[in-house]
């Protein structure tokens, strides 16, 4: 009898990590764990880390701008390109912040973008709303703050990942 999609996608596992000084079990279904969803972790951890570098260089480029603007050396118009570096800087960090937040969630929620698409990484997780286990469906991921989104998804794409000790041996010469 061949095998369903629901049931290839069933299995699940858990894992933890930390956040803010406390212990957050996941229960999530690693099937689930496809490609596109690496390629996006390894995407979100490779732009985040040069997008910061970048935001970095900007924000020195206009402190350098304005050193020199206090020494009299340029003036107004040194002051008018470090506001302008600035600026740039700040429009970064925003689209740093935004970039990517849909497929994060349709990644991680349950119901995956709660429109028919396919199922998150999520099953069951012990994040509270009073004594109540919160859902893990995309009305409740939403509501959750990205940091928090972010480092649960990198958690579970590095569970996700081959263990090299753990890699079948090859007979071949």
């Known amino acids: 009898m061949p095998i369903t999609l629901e049931k290839l996608l069933s299995p699940t596992a858990e894992t933890s990590f930390e956040f803010l000084g406390e212990t957050v079990h996941v229960t999530f279904a690693p099937m689930r764990y496809t490609g596109e969803m690496q390629d996006f972790a390894q995407r979100l951890s490779d732009e985040q880390s040069v997008e910061r570098d970048a935001i970095a260089d900007l924000r020195e480029q206009a402190d350098e ?75 409740t991921i939403d509501r959750l703050p990205d940091l928090f989104l972010q480092i649960l998804f990198l958690n579970l794409a590095r569970e996700n990942q081959p263990d090299p000790q753990k890699a079948p041996t090859s007979d071949e010469p």
């Open 65 to 139: 701008l304005i050193k020199q603007a206090a020494k009299g050396n340029t003036g107004d118009l040194d002051r008018a390109r470090a506001a302008e570096l600035r600026a740039n800087a700040e429009n970064r960090e925003v689209q740093l912040g935004l970039r990517d937040r849909k497929a994060l969630r349709d990644s991680l929620a349950s119901n995956g973008d709660g429109n028919g698409g396919p199922p998150g990484l999520l099953v069951a997780w012990d994040v509270m709303e009073g004594r109540k286990p919160l859902p893990t469906d995309r009305k």
